[in-house]
């Protein structure tokens, strides 16, 4: 059976469970032919295939993403696709193996952030995952660090308190005047008192 006829597409089926017991599987035995049939797959005509194949590749990411890390190229050039589920998609897999491969991911930024800035919730949610990461790791922390200053002040107020939340680990002394100042200036556009709450508590703890 190919890999392709494991697909939740051709089973017939709308929901994910093939797509994640198949990456469950290619994880497991460390399949590196079927993932680059993954891969190479990403461009096939029938856009089910390729969202069930970047379904799949991005679960391998989230068990083993030292798997997939040498495709990271094929993920970045998916940024601009048309295809928005590949691009959020590539970005979740991008997220994944940011600390496998930093150096390039650096190097892929402004790629990365225009596809944030211009697509969907799910690539902004990771794009800013991928900047709070890059922020822990002292050769690119300076940078990274003021970007996700600036995804923080521009996102959707909705995301804000989960970005602050997610931040919080990678705030330290240096870091904590300015990334507290931001969250006050922006709580002014927040009007849901629990997302107000949420964002308090974040300024709270690292007020202390």
């Known amino acids: 059976m190919s890999i392709i006829e494991k697909l939740a597409y051709s089973h017939n089926r709308r929901d994910e469970i093939p797509n994640q017991d198949l990456a469950t599987e290619l994880a497991d035995k460390n399949d590196i032919s079927s993932i680059k049939q993954l891969v190479e ?31 990271l190229m094929d993920f970045i050039s998916l940024l601009d696709n048309k295809n928005n589920r590949l ?63 600036e995804q923080l002040k521009n996102c959707p107020v909705n995301q804000l308190p989960m970005y602050a939340e997610n931040a919080m680990p990678i705030i330290n002394e240096t870091r904590k005047m300015i990334f507290v100042k931001t969250l006050q200036e922006r709580l002014k556009d927040v009007e849901k008192e629990s997302q107000q709450k949420r964002i308090e508590k974040v300024i709270k703890k690292l007020s202390k």
């Not at 797959?41 to 989230?62: G, M, P, R, T």
Request: hydrophobic share 40%; proline share 3%.
């Open 41 to 71: 797959n990403l461009n096939n005509k029938n856009k089910n295939i390729q969202s069930d194949c970047i379904k799949v590749l991005y679960e391998i990411a989230s068990l083993k993403p030292e798997l997939i890390s040498k495709y």
């Open 87 to 149: 691009v959020w998609g590539a970005m979740i897999a991008i997220d994944h193996i940011t600390l496998e491969d930093p150096k390039r991911v650096y190097k892929e930024l402004s790629k990365i952030i225009s596809a944030a800035d211009t697509g969907s919730v799910i690539s902004r949610d990771h794009c800013v995952m991928i900047l709070i990461k890059l922020s822990s790791l002292k050769p690119f922390e300076k940078n990274s660090f003021e970007l996700l200053l």
